[in-house]
């Protein structure tokens, strides 16, 4: 029995179907290239599934504009800008040298552009994006196991290891070995967004998918669960 099949639609192209023993419901992921991905437990059928994505096919269609929408709208640094970080600010200003040169005061970081930066240019804006994904690696490295073992502690949660490196389209992951990933971009969005991912990837040590039980114990240890997700789909992850 074939446990994936590719189905294209007029509307929202092509859509993956993918068999998983563990799901309990049909869900669907849409990346934020558009991919759109559909999960379907190991008993239902995929005319069940294709059935379910027709129903919700308008709703698909306008995910994935909004993605398109913001793809147009890239992030550009150029003097003056500064990040916000969980702790500290980086700070990009114009430089003399021929390369990016970063210096940290404190929590701080100071970024000076080579004197030939264009901001409209982007490999400029590639090498400038690096610079800063490297910054926030390792401030992620520092920060962010502290921060999980804590929320751990306070929800009596264990995990097996955490890794923490730059990701394009994900904010965390936990494996079926309880071991937990993190997008380093996190350490760039608010504590009461971090907390979020960093309870979300834990209660999956318990839950391994989104089905009902998943839910009700997220919200039942964060009351406001829902609220921060909203507010978390609509950051970029700045790497």
């Not at 709208?73 to 800008?81: A, I, M, P």
């Not at 350490?187 to 009700?216: A, C, M, P, Q, R």
Request: net charge positive; proline share 2%.
């Amino acid at each position: 029995m074939k446990n994936e099949k590719t189905v294209k639609y007029d509307d929202i192209g092509l859509v993956l179907y993918r068999k998983n023993s563990r799901a309990r419901n049909i869900s669907i992921r849409i990346s934020r290239n558009g991919a759109v991905k559909v999960t379907v437990p190991r008993l239902c059928t995929f005319q069940t599934a294709e059935r379910f994505v027709l129903k919700k096919q308008l709703w698909i269609k306008k995910k994935i504009i909004s993605l398109e929408s913001k793809k147009e709208q890239k992030l550009v640094w150029e003097d003056g800008t500064f990040l916000s970080m969980h702790k500290g600010r980086i700070y990009i200003e114009k430089g003399e040298s021929e390369i990016i040169e970063v210096m940290q005061r404190g929590s701080d970081y100071q970024l000076k552009l080579p004197a030939g930066f264009q901001k409209d240019n982007e490999e400029d804006q590639y090498s400038l994006k690096n610079e800063i994904g490297a910054i926030g690696l390792g401030e992620a490295k520092a920060q962010l196991p502290d921060i999980l073992n804590a929320i751990a502690e306070k929800n009596n949660l264990n995990y097996t290891k955490l890794g923490i490196r730059r990701m394009k389209s994900r904010w965390g992951s936990c494996s079926a070995g309880n071991n937990i990933s993190l997008n380093s971009a996190l350490i760039f969005l608010s504590y009461g967004l971090i907390e979020y991912v960093l309870l979300h990837e834990l209660v999956h040590t318990i839950h391994k998918n989104h089905g009902k039980d998943f839910w009700t114990l997220l919200i039942k240890l964060m009351p406001d669960a829902m609220e921060r997700r909203k507010r978390l789909n609509g950051c970029d992850m700045i790497i």
